[in-house]
């Protein structure tokens, strides 16, 4: 209990005022992703099993590597947050704005970091709901780094020139 506190949760702030519903969202989001079931069409599936097994390999590496990259972003981006890290996009009272290691990459290395294990599960599996469950968390993920970055921009007054040097999720692109 002293740790939701320590967030930023109260009984208070369930009125939403702390983006403590977009927390609820997300939880929601990503419990959904890892529940769905596997949906390749059926092309796909005659296709993989006429496929060079370098192939195969080839994108059972690529999803390796999407999902070391996002565990390197996940735990990184917990690492240089320290005692900023909260859950609520609403930042912290005695937080400070972290521009260093993996925020040096991205504005949100630990969304980015989402995103990329549910596309590197999707390419693994071969699976279109999965596909679709990442663009999902893509999208949900931009809108509460919108969100976020409102309440950053009025809290730490150098917000803008990050935000200018560095992107918002996927690193040299968006």
């Known amino acids: 209990m002293r740790q939701l506190t320590s ?6 702030s369930w009125k ?16 959904g992703f890892l529940l769905l079931p596997a949906s390749r069409p059926l092309f ?39 005692q900023s890290l909260t859950p609520l996009p609403h930042p912290r009272a005695d937080g400070q704005l972290v521009q260093t290691g993996s925020y040096g990459w991205v504005r949100h290395p630990l969304y980015s970091g989402i995103i990329l294990a549910a596309l590197g599960i999707a390419i693994g599996r071969l ?20 969100r976020e970055e409102l309440w950053l921009s009025e809290k730490y007054p150098d917000y ?15």
Request: aromatic share 12%.
């Open 127 to 146: 699976s279109l709901s999965h596909l679709v469950g990442a663009l999902t968390l893509l999208l949900f993920f931009d809108l509460k780094a919108r």
């Open 44 to 82: 796909v599936t005659q296709m993989i099993s006429q496929l060079p097994s370098w192939v195969v390999y080839g994108i059972w590496t690529t999803a390796a590597a999407l999902l070391l990259g996002a565990a390197i972003l996940l735990i990184k981006g917990l690492v240089d947050l320290g």
């Open 7 to 12: 967030w930023g949760f109260s009984a208070e």
């Open 160 to 174: 803008g020139d990050y935000r200018q040097r560095v992107k918002k999720l996927i690193p040299w692109l968006y």
């Open 16 to 31: 939403g005022g702390r983006g403590e519903y977009w927390v609820v969202a997300q939880a929601g989001l990503m419990m």
